[in-house]
């Protein structure tokens, strides 16, 4: 097998354990009153400019939200919301939002949230 795909699967496994450090929902509850302005209490957004965020994947969104915040991912709203949170935080908002049935559609990849 190829080096470089060995060491690009190693990475994508690494990296997706590392996501889910384990955040707590409910804390992350707590901690979305800022992000419910424009995803909505369900993680279904008021706006179609704004996406869903409910019942996306924990790794997803821990992800997104680290990339806002070291600038690997570029928008000026996010950024401002990420800039104070810690990885903590950051962990606990994705517990939080992957824990809600969201807006997925029936057939969807998502298992368990058909």
Not at 61 to 66: I, K, R, V, W
Request: aromatic share 4%.
């Amino acid at each position: 097998m190829n080096r470089t795909i060995v060491a690009t699967v190693i990475s994508i496994v690494l990296a997706a354990s590392t996501a889910q450090a384990g955040g707590d929902a409910a804390a992350g509850k707590d901690k979305a009153a800022a992000c419910v302005a424009c995803h909505g209490e369900a993680g279904i957004s008021v706006a179609p400019i704004y996406p869903n965020i409910g019942g996306q994947y924990a790794n997803y969104l821990l992800h997104s939200l680290q990339a806002y915040k070291s600038g690997d991912r570029q928008n000026a709203i996010m950024q401002g919301m990420v800039a104070a949170l810690s990885e903590q935080d950051m962990e606990d908002l994705a517990a939080h939002f992957s824990s809600l049935e969201g807006a997925l559609k029936e057939g969807s990849l998502r298992p368990g949230k058909h």
